[in-house]
């Protein structure tokens, strides 16, 4: 049995979350809402990177966390200008989506 692990991250606004989102290569994968007029939950991918979001109040009530491993971390935080920091594990980087939900990029060190 294969096992999956997939983040669900609350949005205030799927359509803005997805642009954002879409900024660093994720791509929308679905969108569901019980009726036109009901909130969105949406599932975007990048590579193996599976995040959920979801405008459903009662899903999720804190910000979150995602913590992603590329292979290249270079050309993500390019697009950001952020800093990457030397970890002795990684070489990384963290970002906040419009919703506040943080995601650390890191790039694995030889050793």
Known sequence: MATRVIPILPTKD????VQ?????GFEVMFEHRFEPHLPAYVGIKRDD???HLSEHTGDIV??????????AIGPLAALSGAVV??????????????DGNRL???????G
């Open 14 to 17: 799927v359509a803005a979350a």
């Open 20 to 24: 954002w989102y879409q900024h660093y």
């Open 49 to 51: 990177a599976e995040i």
């Open 62 to 71: 804190t910000p979150g966390l995602v913590y992603i491993w590329v292979d």
């Open 85 to 98: 920091d030397e970890m002795p594990w990684a070489r990384d980087f963290e970002i906040a989506d419009p």
């Open 104 to 110: 650390r990029f890191a790039e694995p060190v030889a």
